[in-house]
């Protein structure tokens, strides 16, 4: 399947209300608007959810069984461990913003890659590069895998 750049009049479109228009949030593949693809749909909300800091929102689009593997660790988390780390996220980063993001829907899910940028709570810039492996069961994720670089996430973890 071909990934594609987001459009940059669909990103203006989906940016949180309450950011301002100059920073650049990309949500889905190049398609229309309209796109049908429910896996796509399921990684649009999700983006949207996290950048708007709706927490209840997020754990809405995960099955009550739902795991998330992360690189950085080997460490599998469980619905509630993963939503304390969106908490954590959306609740203690400025800026947080998802840059680049292509969507590639799967047969059972999707594949998510993003550049994130944010400022950490010490004032560093971060850009950390991104990709998430989802499994969608009906109409919610109830797997994921995530991979990124630690040394690019260092400024989060001190």
Request: a negative charge.
């Amino acid at each position: 399947m071909q990934t594609r750049e987001v459009p940059a009049k669909l990103v203006r479109d989906l940016a949180p209300p309450t950011l301002d228009a100059n920073h650049r949030f990309g949500i889905v593949p190049d398609m229309p608007n309209e796109s049908t693809n429910p896996n796509v749909e399921i990684a649009r909300e999700l983006v949207r959810r996290l950048l708007n800091k709706d927490v209840e929102g997020v754990a809405d689009l995960y099955t009550d069984e739902m795991t998330a593997w992360r690189n950085s660790d080997g460490r599998t988390l469980v619905k509630k461990q993963a939503l304390k780390v969106v908490k954590i996220l959306t609740g203690n980063l400025d800026d947080l913003r998802y840059e680049n993001v292509r969507v590639t829907p799967t047969e059972n899910g999707f594949v998510q890659q993003h550049t994130m940028r944010c400022t950490a709570p010490n004032g560093e810039a971060v850009e950390a590069h991104v990709c998430m492996i989802a499994t969608v069961e009906n109409g919610k994720i109830s797997q994921v895998h995530e991979y990124m670089d630690t040394a690019q996430m260092a400024p989060l973890m001190g």
